[in-house]
């Protein structure tokens, strides 16, 4: 069961570095990650365990007949040791693909932990967005409610008609539908804060946010679709994942290829033995050493060889077909991406001055209403599309921002950011050359 924990300050909203840092310290997809990469760092131990000699206690008692006489005893106890010398490539194909899996597991957990980021950055930028968007939908519900006190005033002194006053009275209402709704996706959004971060979110702080974005700008705002496919390429974790795949199905098909050449070994044993058959002797145990070279050599398998290489053939490329889609998809989301961060910053600028035009619309709708000059239908027009105006700036304002994360997170940047120094917009925000 998630435990969330205790809210921040109430003085004070959650800031964007607090949020990450908080995700990042307990996710459990992250702790996934790390133990299949802890899984793949014992598998490359024990790969690289054949390089030793491995040695073995073992016994024996036994029981055995000496007719006519009676039965007597024949115990055993030893240590033997081995130790591989030459494979073919066998073992050095083991190691490496131990080596490459290890590889792919630890560009999975960084992997895990660039796409827990994302996710947090995003969704705070969207808990900026509709605490807005909500903020903006009360003041309109709120400016409804007070025409609509003043029309029911002037209808009783017969100022106006009724169709105007139920006109106002129907755009309440459906305002207070819409406050409603406003709210209740700010109430979600900082839910999914809550749960990712186990936090108590009840507001955000949009400092560090915008410091994070003019930072992000700074070093992706410029770069062209070519640019950005070519370093998503080669630091995408990802890509390096995907890579690391392949290699590892390589030195696997390499292995599969040489499992049927001999092994040479060097043995060794120590022998015990304990035998009362011989009743002229005193002492009955006796110890045999041999030191030797042993050759191992597969003759018949029952197709075990065959199925082993068809098995590593398959499983290459299928490394190679997933390595080849990660690409392509890669290569749609930045292309994506880069036209996102080159057009939203324009489209914010439209949707700007196109909700001043409408405010300045509304306001002047409003003198003449009370002059005369214009009507109710006149005033709900122009009060309606200043807040649709206003709520879609408010849309355009992070899509920008949103954008340079996720073209952050595709290019392998989003965790060299230390989100610690982002505090403040003025305070500049480090990330590697």
């Known amino acids: 069961m998630l435990s969330i924990s205790p809210a921040l300050a109430q003085d004070r909203c959650l800031r964007l570095p607090e949020a990450v840092d908080a995700a990042l310290d307990w996710a459990p997809q992250v702790a996934v990650a790390g133990s299949e990469r802890e899984v793949a760092r014992s598998r490359v131990l024990a790969a690289r365990s054949r390089n030793l000699p491995q040695f073995n206690l073992f016994a024996q008692a036994g029981i ?3 007719q006519p006489i009676d039965t007597v005893r024949d115990d055993q106890v030893g240590i033997r040791g081995n130790w591989e010398l030459y494979s073919f490539g066998q073992r050095q194909a083991a190691i490496e693909e131990a080596r490459q899996t290890l590889r792919a597991a630890q560009a999975g957990e960084l992997e895990a932990q660039n796409d827990l980021a994302e996710q947090v950055i995003l969704l705070y930028y969207e808990a ?35 169709s105007d006053a139920r006109q106002i009275e129907a755009r309440y209402a459906s305002s207070l539908a819409e406050q409603e709704l406003a709210d209740l996706r700010r109430d979600q959004t900082q839910a999914e804060l809550s749960v990712v971060t186990d936090v108590e979110v009840t507001c955000v702080e949009e400092n560090s946010a915008l410091a994070l974005g003019q930072s992000l700008a700074d070093v992706l705002g410029r770069l062209n679709p070519t640019e950005a496919l070519l370093l998503a390429e080669d630091s995408a974790y990802a890509m390096l994942r995907a890579r690391a795949r392949v290699r590892s199905a390589q030195a ?22 304990y035998d009362d058959s011989d009743l002229l002797i005193d002492d009955r145990w006796s110890q045999e050493d041999r030191v030797g070279f042993s050759v191992r050599q597969d003759i018949f398998t029952g197709g075990r060889l065959r199925a082993e290489r ?21 290569e749609m989301e930045v292309r994506r991406s880069v036209l996102g961060v080159q057009r939203q ?45 206003a709520i879609d700036e408010v849309a355009a304002s992070w899509a920008r921002d949103q954008e340079l994360v996720r073209l952050a997170s595709l290019t392998g940047l989003l965790l060299e950011i230390d ?6 917009p003025a305070e500049e925000v480090r990330l590697p050359e």
């Not at 209403?369 to 027009?381: A, M, N, P, Y």
């Open 64 to 66: 055995g007949e000496a």
């Open 419 to 424: 989100y610690r120094e982002v505090r403040e």
């Open 345 to 389: 910053g324009a489209v914010a600028t439209r949707r700007e001055a196109a909700s001043l035009a409408a405010f300045d619309r509304l306001e002047a709708t409003s003198l003449e209403l009370e002059r005369g000059t214009k009507t109710i239908t006149d005033f709900v027009l122009a009060n309606d599309d200043y807040y649709r105006t």
């Open 252 to 273: 696997r098909l390499r292995g599969a290829n040489r499992a049927g050449l001999p092994t040479l070994s060097l043995t060794a044993f120590v022998l015990g033995e």
């Open 128 to 162: 900026l967005r509709t605490a807005r968007i909500a903020s903006l939908q009360r003041a309109q519900t709120e400016g409804y409610a007070r025409e609509a006190e003043t029309i029911t005033k002037r209808l009783d002194r017969g100022l106006v008609t009724r």
């Open 310 to 330: 068809s098995e590593s053939r398959a499983r290459l490329r299928g490394a190679a077909a997933d390595l080849a889609i990660e690409r392509q998809r890669l």
